[in-house]
């Protein structure tokens, strides 16, 4: 029953949110809730439409640039690389995740959606952003529920992105963390681009723009 209500209560939620979405990618979308509930989790329809609506309202135009290389930092079970992927199919999308059980589910999804150009890594994110092959390699970072502190998760973000290019963060309800946050953008080598409230998760996304190199600091505890 949850799994019929997930495509019109998404739809629904898009229209809502001003996010036009095609029947296709509603199909797609669809597929990959059913997905997570038969694998993951037997999240609610109205739960998952929601969490799919909060990974598609981070895109901004002025950080997306079309085919840009992406990382979705710690993305568990795909969020929000695989929503965005499927809103934005020109995206190059790497997904990062500590866990290799997410790992093996992503993998299935990517294949199950006929996804391309999406690549998958088995990684802690403070390996991962010192490697060549990562650090500075992409245009555009994010990530969504990792539970560090704004100043570490923009540090971390802003290591795989070249210079220029931008780290949104999937802030949430920390107003503490947002005092200062200019100060502790700059901190790590980054300009604060703006940031954006939205009701839905209570969800405070804060872009941030690469303005010089850092070395990562090695915090081990927070
Ligand atoms: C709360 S989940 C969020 C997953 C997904 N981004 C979402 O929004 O549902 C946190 C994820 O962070 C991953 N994680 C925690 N510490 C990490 C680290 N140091 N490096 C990479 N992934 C990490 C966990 O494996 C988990 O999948």
């Given at each position: 029953?949850?799994?019929?209500?997930?495509?019109?209560?998404?739809?629904?939620?898009?229209?809502?949110?001003?996010?036009?979405?095609?029947?296709?990618?509603?199909?797609?979308?669809?597929?990959?809730?059913?997905?997570?509930?038969?694998?993951?989790?037997?999240?609610?329809?109205?739960?998952?439409?929601?969490?799919?609506?909060?990974?598609?309202?981070?895109?901004?135009?002025?950080?997306?640039?079309?085919?840009?290389?992406?990382?979705?930092?710690?993305?568990?079970?795909?969020?929000p690389g695989i929503?965005?992927?499927?809103?934005?199919?020109?995206?190059?999308?790497?997904?990062?995740?500590?866990s290799e059980g997410?790992?093996?589910?992503?993998?299935?999804?990517?294949?199950?959606?006929?996804?391309?150009?999406?690549?998958?890594?088995?990684?802690?994110?403070?390996?991962?952003?010192?490697?060549?092959?990562?650090?500075?390699?992409?245009?555009?970072?994010?990530?969504?529920?990792?539970?560090?502190?704004?100043?570490?998760?923009?540090?971390?973000?802003?290591?795989?992105?070249?210079?220029?290019?931008?780290?949104?963060?999937?802030?949430?309800?920390?107003?503490?963390?947002?005092?200062?946050?200019?100060?502790?953008?700059?901190?790590?080598?980054?300009?604060?681009?703006?940031?954006?409230?939205?009701?839905?998760?209570?969800?405070?996304?804060?872009?941030?723009?690469?303005?010089?190199?850092?070395?990562?600091?090695?915090?081990?505890?927070?």
């Amino acid at each position: 029953m949850e799994q019929m209500d997930f495509c019109p209560k998404l739809a629904a939620m898009a229209v809502d949110y001003n996010i036009k979405l095609s029947d296709k990618q509603l199909q797609e979308l669809t597929c990959f809730y059913d997905l997570l509930y038969a694998r993951i989790h037997n999240w609610s329809a109205d739960i998952m439409a929601g969490t799919m609506i909060d990974c598609l309202s981070c895109y901004d135009p002025n950080t997306f640039p079309v085919g840009c290389r992406v990382i979705d930092i710690a993305s568990g079970p795909g969020f929000p690389g695989i929503p965005l992927k499927i809103l934005w199919p020109d995206i190059k999308l790497c997904m990062l995740d500590a866990s290799e059980g997410r790992l093996s589910f992503r993998q299935e999804v990517v294949e199950r959606l006929n996804l391309a150009d999406v690549t998958n890594l088995h990684c802690r994110v403070e390996d991962a952003a010192i490697l060549p092959e990562h650090h500075g390699q992409y245009q555009l970072s994010m990530s969504r529920g990792l539970s560090y502190s704004l100043q570490r998760l923009v540090e971390l973000g802003l290591q795989f992105v070249e210079t220029g290019g931008h780290y949104i963060e999937f802030e949430v309800e920390r107003r503490h963390e947002m005092e200062g946050v200019a100060e502790k953008v700059a901190a790590v080598g980054g300009e604060l681009v703006k940031v954006k409230e939205q009701d839905l998760e209570g969800r405070i996304f804060v872009y941030a723009k690469k303005v010089r190199e850092m070395p990562l600091t090695s915090v081990t505890a927070e």
